[in-house]
């Protein structure tokens, strides 16, 4: 919800929020903690909503093969299908995750209010589409809309859990592709009522990552 209301208020630009794992309300009850309704903002075209399921719903049933194909040892790396030299891959995704790159490249185009404003996608929580397609799919997924967000002037933030040891592989090459890293962990001393923990920030300098601590 803090990047939320980063792109909407202090950038005044357009967000494309896919959900994963929530739903809409979650971030509306989170939001006006803040004194941000995302309804307005929704009503506004400002804030555009997909709920994936859905649309997975309306398309073809997802595959489980996928998920035996997709273990670590045959993980495909990020450094050639991620590079930025390779600006025109054909990617062949399911239809659920290819309507969520033409809901993306249609957002900026149907907005009669602000056209001419950048699109941004956020994408939570990834790690839950690894499991139903593989992590081929997903990482050319992650790379389609990378280009697409990336012609309108915006950025793709992705929520991803790092705790998944069978993609482990491919959440650290996702991490080493970023900009920036925002890493959430629980406090090293123990449990407090006024602190939920430690946000980490990992800057990507020249291929590396560097780590600055937030208090």
């Known amino acids: 919800v803090y990047i939320l209301h980063t792109f909407l208020v202090q950038k005044n630009e357009r967000v494309l929020l896919t959900c994963l794992n929530n739903s809409f309300d979650?971030?509306?009850n989170i939001a006006r903690k803040l004194g941000l309704n995302l309804s307005s903002y929704r009503s506004s075209g400002q804030l555009v909503l997909i709920d994936y399921f859905s649309l997975s719903s309306q398309s073809t049933s997802v595959s489980t093969s996928a998920s035996a194909s997709s273990s670590s040892s045959s993980v495909p790396t990020l450094v050639s299908s991620f590079s930025p030299e390779n600006t025109s891959p054909s990617w062949s995704l399911p239809d659920g995750l290819q309507s969520i790159i033409t809901n993306l490249n249609n957002t900026k185009n149907n907005s009669s209010n602000s056209p001419s404003m950048n699109t941004n996608m956020i994408l939570d929580d990834v790690s839950i589409l690894f499991p139903l397609h593989g992590t081929s799919s997903i990482l050319q997924f992650i790379r389609a809309?990378?280009?697409v967000s990336s012609r309108q002037g915006g950025c793709v933030v992705l929520g991803v859990?790092?705790?998944?040891?069978?993609?482990h592989n491919a959440i650290t090459s996702i991490c080493h592709t970023s900009d920036l890293?925002?890493?959430?962990r629980p406090l090293s001393t123990g449990f407090s009522k006024d602190v939920d923990g430690v946000l980490w920030?990992?800057?990507?300098?020249s291929g590396g990552i560097a780590s600055a601590q937030v208090p």
């Open 201 to 205: 920030l990992y800057p990507n300098i």
């Open 26 to 28: 979650h971030y509306q």
């Open 161 to 167: 859990h790092g705790d998944i040891p069978d993609y």
């Open 181 to 184: 890293l925002f890493s959430l």
């Open 145 to 147: 809309c990378q280009q």
